[in-house]
DNA sequence: ACCTGAACACCGTTCAAGT
DNA sequence: ACCTGAACACCGTTCAAGT
């Protein structure tokens, strides 16, 4: 059988094992005894590979921000390359939506992502924004990304629309009018977050073309 | 003296107390004997008004609520009365940094928002949008206070603008010609936040006024 | 009715051991 | 070098007791 443990444990294992845990069971159930368990070893084992539950949660951030897909920024034309870009981000905290608590802690600003910005904002600058502009706009479409990850994950209107009239008579007519155009519960938070970046991108362009030094 | 104690505690000064500690100690200070403690009272003298942690967490997100000042809706015309209540919704979290972390937990559609929604939703209809594209604006605008507010506290690229050259050049000038902007560490947030409200209203006046029904 | 002391089952983390 | 058992100081929560 040989010896009986030579590294079973890796800072990349415990970054996994750690993610798995959290979309499996939740973001509350990542435990430093519970990630140890998964990994076939003892909690105390952990902190010769890692320094602090917190570590870990940066190892997670790490692995999130390295599922996302940033090839569409080099593809021209930069509209669509951009839009392209900013729903994979977004799709990953879609497919690991224990994980936004993450965000909340730190944003997913890992050493990892920074080679991602500068693809997004040379992209910017080569469309024609100015640098400030550039940084602006990112920082809006991050927003938007960041911001609609964490609405679906919180999902505000969980009762049938009906319910909210007649006190909220507004809110009960697009809800409903919302749920004819795609009856999907997460229609509407997709469905916003194309508008803002339509908005965004869309704005963008136009001011571009007509003021193209600012 | 009187009698030792009647109704020392109540939920709203449960839920005060515990929105001061967050505000003066951070979040993972809010600790339900810490919390006892602010009100001079021992740990398990809480459960008499609450029911859990969680039903604290969701008083103070009602306090939360409650700050935002959603009389800029009321106010003609509707373009600006809009940027004006988003940027209050804005600064309800710039005042509570700390209290960020309850935002990734559950949103802020407590009971109390419900009346503020259906005014923003009936203001974007009385514009001129359809019921369904309301609820799309105010879900993109949701997502822009909402992501500004997380990235706010997440504060992306801390160091000086000088240390990521030469490897990431794009992302050097941008953080420098945003600082050349206004050098103070939240502008660029502000000044991202500012470019996306401009943009989805920009953008839906234009769409207002070009084809009024959708 | 409301506050309390003591207890329960958990946390993250440390450290002297073992191999 | 790496895993472990036991311990530490904490958690949230419960409950029999006091007034």
Redesign the pocket.
Known sequence: MGR??????SRTAIARAALELIDDRGYE????????DRL??????????I??????LDLVSELLDAEIDHTPLRSAPWREGIAAYARGYRRVFQRHPNAIALVARRGVHTEGALSEYDTLLATLIRAGCTPALAAETAAALDFLVIGSALETYAAGFSRPPSEYRPDYPALADSLEAAARVDPAPTALDDRGFELGLRMILGGLAHQLKTAPDE
Request: glycine content about 10%.
């Open positions: 009986p443990h030579q590294t079973l444990l159930a990542l435990t430093m005894r519970a990630l140890a076939g070893v003892r909690g105390a084992s952990l902190y010769h590979h320094g602090s539950k917190d570590d870990v």
